[in-house]
């Protein structure tokens, strides 16, 4: 049996807000995330997508490594 949380829950355990947790699921971008109505379950086992606002290869000023 999975066990699941809620965004809230998984926001807290992943460090970020429960809003950026719904975005995730709602870009699907959590494999196994269910919805209840009008509530989200993420799977406790889940992991914590990347962040997509990074750009890959790029320092802090926006420099290419």
């Known amino acids: 049996m999975i066990n ?3 965004v809230k829950e998984a ?5 970020v807000s429960g809003r950026r947790v719904t975005m995730y699921c709602v870009e699907g971008r959590i494999n ?5 109505g009008n ?3 993420v799977p406790e ?6 962040d ?11 420099a290419r490594r």
């Open 52 to 62: 997509a606002r990074q750009k890959k290869g790029l320092d802090s000023v926006g």
């Open 32 to 36: 196994g995330a269910l919805k209840k």
């Open 11 to 15: 926001g807290e355990k992943w460090g």
């Open 4 to 6: 699941y949380l809620t």
């Open 39 to 41: 509530l989200w379950l």
């Open 45 to 50: 086992t889940a992991e914590k997508p990347p």
